[in-house]
């Protein structure tokens, strides 16, 4: 009876797992839901998907992102452009629901950790900052999220939504310009 | 003033950070992969990956035909007016005519037929627009 430890398996890449999926491997799929889920729904929020339909909206992002894969080429991060497609989806439910008004998030679901004023005082700049998002171009909304929320490059920023880097930088910068303006 | 920038910097990318992250929490990661596999095991991804292949594919196919048995049908329609025109004109007088002339005639029945077989043959089923190919397979429906 050998008591050695079974050497760590390390993790597929993504690019394993897409292949694997698209082999037929159902529990791949899975995994890349997994991996990538709780990312995908802070940058649906941060774009301005209400909190409420984060859940139908990350279902409807993997699910349009599966049915597109065959013409995912590897350009950038599976992520990165799985965001993107999330961007597309949240822009096509706010088409929808045009005439719905968002009902802003009760304070009972902000964070209770910490100093219930600092908590309120941080719940308003984000509410600032989700306000002024919102107003930006999207190019400058996604770019700066995905730079600073998702902790992206320039390169693969671009790579996923049709531009050059050094686009990116300007689109970012604007971006930064005007959000300090609200959050201030 | 600099690290008035940086000290902004820093709360914007903290306040960017936290946002959506209690949705993020909130969220099933489970039964998120679960519903989409559900999903995707309702609407197989093959369906429409194979209906998108196959309708342009038909499409062009039904309108090669389409151009084909067109262009041959105007082609043969000219060449018999063009002919008809040339043995009308020589008339019954043709006996009267110079060897010059008779082989005059016969270039002038001889050319269109060429040029209209020349430009069938030209014909790409890539010149047209999705717009066009709908035109004909319209066209070929009646």
Same mark, same amino acid.
């Given at each position: 009876?050998?008591? #050695? ?13 897409? #292949? ?16 990538? #889920? ?147 | ?142």
């Amino acid at each position: 009876m050998s008591s #050695a430890e079974p050497a760590a398996v390390p993790a597929p890449t993504d690019a394993a797992l897409i #292949a694997a999926w698209q082999g037929g491997d159902e529990p791949a799929a899975a995994e890349l839901v997994r991996r990538h #889920a709780r990312a995908l729904a802070r940058f649906l929020v941060g774009v301005g998907a209400p909190e409420a339909d984060v859940d139908d909206l990350v279902q409807e992002t993997f699910i349009r992102a599966f049915r597109a894969l065959g013409t995912f080429r590897g350009q950038c991060l599976f992520r990165t452009w799985l965001l993107t497609i999330g961007g597309n989806v949240v822009k096509d439910a706010h088409r929808r629901n045009r005439r719905r008004r968002v009902v802003p998030l009760p304070d009972d679901l902000r964070s209770s950790a910490g100093d219930p004023h600092e908590e309120a005082v941080a719940g308003e700049a984000e509410g600032r900052l989700a306000a002024g998002l919102e107003r930006l171009p999207r190019m400058q909304r996604e770019v700066f999220l995905l730079r600073v929320q998702q902790g992206l490059e320039y390169d693969d920023i671009a790579a996923a939504l049709g531009t050059t880097p050094g686009a990116a930088r300007v689109h970012y910068h604007h971006a930064v310009k005007r959000l300090k303006e609200y959050v201030k | 003033m600099n690290d008035d920038a940086t000290l902004h910097d820093a709360k914007l990318q903290e306040l960017a950070q936290r946002l959506g992250a209690q949705a993020a929490e909130r969220l099933d990661v489970e039964r998120t992969a679960q519903a989409v596999l559900a999903r995707l095991r309702a609407e197989p991804r093959t369906a429409g990956a194979r209906w998108a292949w196959i309708q342009p594919a038909w499409l062009r196919i039904a309108a090669a035909v389409v151009i084909v048995v067109g262009v041959g049908g105007v082609a043969r329609s000219v060449f018999r007016d063009r002919t008809a025109a040339a043995v009308a004109a020589a008339g019954t007088e043709l006996n009267d005519l110079s060897t010059e002339q008779l082989r005059a005639v016969l270039e002038a029945v001889e050319l269109p037929a060429t040029e209209e077989t020349i430009s069938a043959q030209d014909v790409s089923l890539d010149d047209l627009s999705a717009p066009q190919l709908r035109a004909l397979l319209q066209s070929l429906e009646g």
